[in-house]
Structures are given as structure tokens and as C-alpha cells.
């Protein structure tokens, strides 16, 4: 009963809005992955919010991604029915959970990005994205104090807590770059005032990131390799199991309404 | 091993701008800064605040019910504190 | 937000009490006061709230565990925003109970461990699996529609802390039910594999959730007690026909059929359910359940994952401490 993926016309636009997107599903359900089983009920409660923010984020720019193709997808087909070749999202949030450092450095390393682009993307000239940039912004900023609240716990905590985070930090740093890099299409988004260049806040990314980490007493590694290849669908091999149950109900029961 | 203890935190949260703080509720964190965070992630999901004061269960002193009689009841007598107890006639309007 | 009538038998201490304060206490309770913490108050009435409102809040955590099951495969963004934030919801009401039960003198840690380790009791219900999609439905629209039976009263509860914590929950919990029949009502009208899911999933919930009242009233221990001390305001047996009653005409309305080919229509417009298979009821209590285990399981996994990160934020408070006072004597 395999149901065939649909194709989605990439235009640059379309394409750009449905990177964010995806970044902030896979995000958000990754964080939900963790409901009821945080280590205290008051962190159920914030990783839900948070992933339910992101959830949010995504519906608004699946829409508006579905509107700017404007053939017949919406939300829920681009989130239900385009397979991990065509999922665009960084290769950092599909991360595994892992243990809760992981799951804070990985939020850590995304929100301090996401706050600072969303706070850019509030110029955007596509008044759309700057509308769900303004909005976006002060959820980001708000995940960002939360994870940044935890590293600095887990980092200066126990011996045991230093050694988790320093090992996230050290497992998913890899991840970060491709958050700034730019494709030929995106060049001509930013060149046209619809898109930021991103490489324009990796300064003061990694500025708050060092603050933070330094107060954590924690250390940046010194490796400057990085992975990439999400934005283009070539994925860890993550990505396709969380696929698979995301989707499960939509691959499994083709074309209803739930 | 025995769960430690994490500190028991009352939060207080001012629904509307000229509104007092009001007690919601309670809550568990290590610190003030996780207190204030969990106190927003969980009391306000509703749009229920425009600001936060959380204060450590331990530091509240509070008045013994024993005692609710010496505290609280010779207020009870002084009628003359409250404006009903003065007459104006209706003519004077309200006052 | 779900509560369940879990009478055991207590050791009656009360008789240990001065008999003047117990009836003044009394008293206070017939005139409709509301008992506040630093009250004086017996011990038994202390006893059985602890063990009420603590066993109230292990079922809102545990209940987050059978439909957390779907949060990730919810069957679009809409549905997965709404079930992620009711179980959210859960997980809030657990930690207000917590602290209305830590009023009475337990730490929430001491109520979390007794339940961990297989000492305290939480709603029966959530020992059963959830299978499909339509599971989601039917807690939202059953599950809850029972616990609301249950909890409205409980709003006019004599403890004053947990009187307050139900009636935020109360106010909370007026989507969850909403959320459920909704689903329910989409899978009714959609195709007929929905439907066969949705009546699939009312057969597979309906006498658990029925058993979600407790035991009939002639063989519920304790009820009394609690009527007395206006904690119960109505009856297991009571709470259970009202919730039937309402019930029946909502699963009319989704074109579903009760799975108690047994139950008439009194004269008096009360619906008449069949014998309720208690031996069933109590094998779930006593850890029998299709799920009881793995539901233990994966709170004592969460307990167990998280030490580490509760420890280090005592860690860091405690060092910050020290650094503040440092700073201080300088």
C-alpha cells in the first residue's frame, strides 16, 4: 500500500521556505520525542513547548511554501509524503536524542543560529517570511536562554554532567557549519532582499556560543570539518526512521482525512 | 540512591497590566533561573501572565491557624472602619 | 486528568486523635470550609488526601505514557500540535497534584519513589495498549470524559490545595475531550476502514474505561469516610451511570454501537449496562494488565536517565551558592 511521494516543484523560493520548514519539524519532533520521559516533569513541560513552537513554525512555512509552489500540496503533504531524498532540513536536527546533553547542545547550537537569523529575516523584503520571522524570533530567543541555561548547569555541574555535555559538544559540532552555508539559489534570494545571508551571523553565533560554553566551562573543539548535505537530501541515516513513523499513518492509509 | 531533593518554589504571576501578583501554583527546580523558566513553561502556556515572580517555598513565613483567633478576630469589631457603618442621606448622593 | 476511586484499607488511627478537635474539624467540614495545609487536621483524613491526590497525579504522569505512544506518528501536523500539547497538559496536572499532595507534608520525590517502586497505585486504565489512531480518539473522548465526571466534584473538594489544583485542571482539561470526540467524528465519517477503527477501539476501551469508577459501591471499602469528609461527593456507582447516561447518545451520534449488547433504556432514561468483569479490574491493579509493566518500565527509565541531570543542576546550585556568598564577604 505504498503511497507515491509528491513532487514538489523547487523553485528557489519554495525551496528555501521548505528548508526552514523541515528544519523545524524534524526539530520539533525530535523535542516531542521526549514527552514523558524527561528527567523532571518542569522539563516535559519546556521541551514540549519548545517542540511545540517548532511544530508551529513549520505549519506556517509548509503553507506558505504549499502557496508559493501553488499546485495542490499543503502541510501535511509536504510533511507526510516526500521521502528523505527530498526532506531538506540540516543534518544537525535529525540528530538522535541521545542523552540530555545531546539533546541541549543540539538545541543550543540550533537556537543560537535561529534566533539571530530570525531576528534578520524580520527585514526580509518577502513580507510573509517577515512576518513568521517576527514571530519565530521571540520563540528562539526564548529556546536559546532555556538550552543555554542547561549547558551552563550540565558543563559546570557534576563530573559526570561535564563529561555528557563535552561529549555533545564534541559528537554534533561537526553539524553546525552547514547552518551558514549558501547555495547558488539562496545567493539570489539574498541578493533580491528575500533572504539574509547567513555567513554574516556566524560571528556572533559563535561569539554567544563561546560565552556560554566558556561559562559552562566547556570547550569548542578546534575541528573546523564539517557535514553537509541535508539541504540537498543527502541525510544521516537517521533521518529515514524518523520518516517512517512520522509517516506512518499517511503511507499506511492513503488519502484520508484524519 | 535516594532522589535528592529538588527545592519547592510558589509562583506568583500577574495576569494583567494594574493586576497584583497572584499565586498560581507551585513547583520544582535547582536554582531561581530554572525556577522563573519552569514557572513561564508551565503557568503560562494559556497566555495566563505578563510577569513572573517566583519566591522559595522556605522563605514564606506564615500566620499559625491556632492563632486565627487573636490574629483575625478583633478586626471583626471594628464596624466603624467600613463606610456602611456611617449614615448620609440619599439626597447627598454617593460619596 | 484522571482519578480513580483505589480504596485500600488504612489502619484507623483517628480514635488517637483528640475527639474535640476531630469534631471540630467536623464541624468546619459540614459548614463547607475549606481545610488549608497548616490546619490542624486527623491524621487519616491527612492519610487518605496524600494517598488520593499522589495516586490522582501517578495516573496523570503514567496516562502521559499510552498516548505519548502516538505523539510522533499523530497523522498530520494539526492533529500532532494538539495531541503533544494535551499531553503536555497531563504532565502540568501531574506536577499541580504533586504539589497539592506535597502540602499535606510529603515531598514529591518520596510520592514518585513509592510509586517506582510499585507502592503506590495509579488509574487502571493505562495499563492497555493503544493500537491505532482511533485509541487516540477514544481516551480523548472516553478516557477523559470519565476523568471529568470524576474531577468536577472534586473542584468542591474540603482540601483546599487540591480544590484549587482541579479546578485549574478542570479549566485546562475543556479541550481534551473536545479533541477526542473530534476525532472521533472524522473517523466515523470517513471510510470504512475508519469506522471499523474507530468501533475497533470504543469495543477495545469501553469496560476498561467503565472500571475507571472503581468498584460498585457495596464493595468500596472507605467511601464513606470520604463522603464524611466531603473528599467523594458522589458515589463510584453514581459517577458511573451519569457518565453512561451521557455517554450513549455521543456514540449514537458517531454511528457507533456499545459493546453491551445487553444495555436497555430504563423507564426512567438511565442506561442499564451489563455486569462489569471485576476480576478483570483486579488483575489490572495487581499488575496484571496487558501494559502494566512497560508502563513502570519507562517511568522508572525516565527516573533513572534523568539523575544524572538532576544531580547536576543540585551540583550548580550549590556551587553558585558558595560563589554568591563568597562574593558577598569580600
Not at chain 1, 536536527?93 to 534578520?120: C, H, I, K, M
Request: glycine share 6%; net charge negative.
Amino acid at each position: 500500500m505504498a503511497v507515491a511521494n509528491i513532487q514538489v516543484s523547487e523553485t528557489p523560493l519554495v525551496l528555501y521556505v521548505l528548508r526552514r520548514a523541515d528544519d523545524a519539524l524534524i526539530l520539533g519532533h525530535r523535542l516531542s520525542e521526549w514527552c514523558g520521559h524527561a528527567p523532571m516533569l518542569e522539563e516535559d513541560m519546556a521541551l514540549s513547548n519548545i517542540a511545540l513552537d517548532l511544530i508551529g513554525q513549520a505549519r506556517e512555512l509548509y503553507s506558505y511554501a504549499a502557496k508559493v509552489e501553488g499546485k495542490d500540496n499543503d502541510e501535511d503533504k509536504l510533511a507526510y509524503l516526500r521521502d528523505v531524498r527530498q526532506y531538506r532540513n540540516l543534518l544537525l536536527v535529525e540528530q538522535p536524542n541521545g542523552d540530555f546533553a545531546q539533546t541541549l547542545v543540539r538545541q543550543l547550537f540550533y537556537s543560537g543560529f535561529a534566533d539571530l537569523y530570525w531576528r534578520a529575516m524580520m527585514g526580509s523584503g518577502d513580507a510573509t517570511l517577515a512576518a513568521i520571522a517576527a514571530k519565530s524570533e521571540k520563540e528562539s530567543a526564548y529556546h536559546l536562554r532555556h538550552a543555554s541555561e542547561w549547558i551552563i548547569r550540565l558543563g559546570d555541574g557534576t563530573e559526570e554532567s561535564h563529561r555528557r555535555a563535552q561529549a555533545a559538544i564534541d559528537q554534533l559540532w561537526a553539524f553546525t557549519g552547514e547552518m551558514f552555508a549558501v547555495d547558488d539559489g539562496e545567493r539570489h534570494l539574498i541578493d533580491a532582499g528575500v533572504a539574509i545571508d547567513p555567513a554574516s551571523l556566524r560571528g556572533r553565533w559563535f561569539a554567544a556560543l563561546s560565552d556560554v560554553v566558556g561559562e559552562a566551562t566547556l570547550e569548542l573543539p578546534q575541528n573546523d570539518w564539517m557535514q553537509q548535505g541535508g539541504r540537498s537530501g543527502r541525510h544521516s541515516e537517521h533521518l529515514g526512521h524518523l520518516l517512517s513513523e512520522l509517516q506512518s499513518m499517511q503511507r499506511t492509509f492513503p488519502g484520508l482525512t484524519w | 540512591m535516594a532522589t535528592p531533593n529538588t527545592p519547592l518554589w510558589e509562583v506568583f504571576i500577574r495576569s494583567r497590566n494594574g493586576l497584583a501578583h497572584k499565586h498560581v501554583g507551585s513547583l520544582h527546580a535547582s536554582d531561581t533561573t530554572m525556577a522563573l523558566q519552569a514557572a513561564r513553561d508551565i503557568y503560562t502556556r494559556r497566555g495566563e501572565g505578563l510577569s513572573i515572580w517566583v519566591v522559595p517555598s522556605s522563605a514564606i513565613t506564615a500566620s499559625d491557624p491556632a492563632e486565627k483567633g487573636m490574629m483575625f478576630e478583633p478586626a471583626e469589631s471594628k464596624i466603624y472602619r467600613h463606610p456602611t457603618f456611617y449614615e448620609v442621606p440619599e439626597e447627598v448622593g454617593h460619596m | 486528568m484522571y482519578t480513580q476511586a483505589l480504596n485500600t484499607a488504612e489502619s484507623d488511627d483517628r480514635a488517637l486523635e483528640d475527639a474535640a478537635k476531630a469534631a471540630q474539624f467536623q464541624a468546619r467540614i459540614d459548614a463547607e470550609e475549606r481545610i488549608e495545609p497548616n490546619d490542624w487536621m486527623p491524621a487519616a483524613y491527612r492519610k487518605t488526601l496524600t494517598r488520593q491526590i499522589s495516586q490522582h497525579a501517578h495516573s496523570e504522569i503514567v496516562g502521559m505514557l499510552p498516548e505519548g505512544n502516538w505523539i510522533t506518528r499523530a497523522p498530520t501536523l494539526r492533529r500532532k500540535a494538539a495531541l503533544l500539547a494535551k499531553v503536555q497538559d497531563e504532565c502540568g496536572h501531574g506536577l499541580y497534584l504533586y504539589a497539592a499532595a506535597e502540602t499535606l507534608g510529603a515531598s514529591r520525590e518520596e510520592l514518585v519513589d513509592a510509586m517506582l517502586a510499585g507502592k503506590a497505585k495509579y488509574s487502571s486504565i493505562f495499563n492497555y495498549p493503544t493500537l491505532t489512531w482511533a485509541d487516540i480518539g477514544t481516551i480523548g473522548w472516553l478516557v477523559d470524559g470519565a476523568a471529568i465526571m470524576n474531577q468536577i466534584p472534586l473542584c468542591r473538594c474540603s482540601y483546599g490545595p487540591y480544590a484549587r489544583a482541579m479546578i485549574r485542571v478542570c479549566k485546562e482539561e475543556s479541550f481534551h475531550q473536545r479533541q477526542g470526540y473530534e476525532i472521533m467524528l472524522t473517523l466515523c465519517r470517513g471510510s470504512d476502514e475508519q469506522k471499523a477503527m474507530a468501533q475497533d477501539a470504543l469495543n477495545r476501551w469501553w469496560w476498561p474505561v467503565l472500571m475507571m469508577f472503581g468498584p460498585p459501591d457495596a464493595a468500596s471499602q472507605h467511601s464513606d469516610t470520604s463522603t464524611r469528609w466531603k473528599i467523594k461527593r458522589f458515589s463510584n456507582d453514581e459517577l458511573r451511570q451519569k457518565f453512561v447516561d451521557a455517554t450513549v447518545p455521543q456514540a449514537q451520534y458517531l454511528g457507533l454501537s456499545i459493546p453491551d449488547p445487553g444495555m436497555i433504556q430504563d423507564a426512567d432514561g438511565h442506561w442499564r449496562y451489563s455486569q462489569i468483569d471485576w476480576t478483570e479490574f483486579k488483575q489490572v491493579l495487581a499488575g496484571n494488565g496487558p501494559c502494566n509493566r512497560d508502563r513502570m518500565a519507562a517511568r522508572r527509565k525516565a527516573h533513572e536517565d534523568g539523575a544524572w541531570v538532576r544531580e547536576a543542576a543540585a551540583a550548580y546550585a550549590a556551587k553558585r551558592g558558595q560563589r554568591q556568598s563568597a562574593q558577598a564577604a569580600e
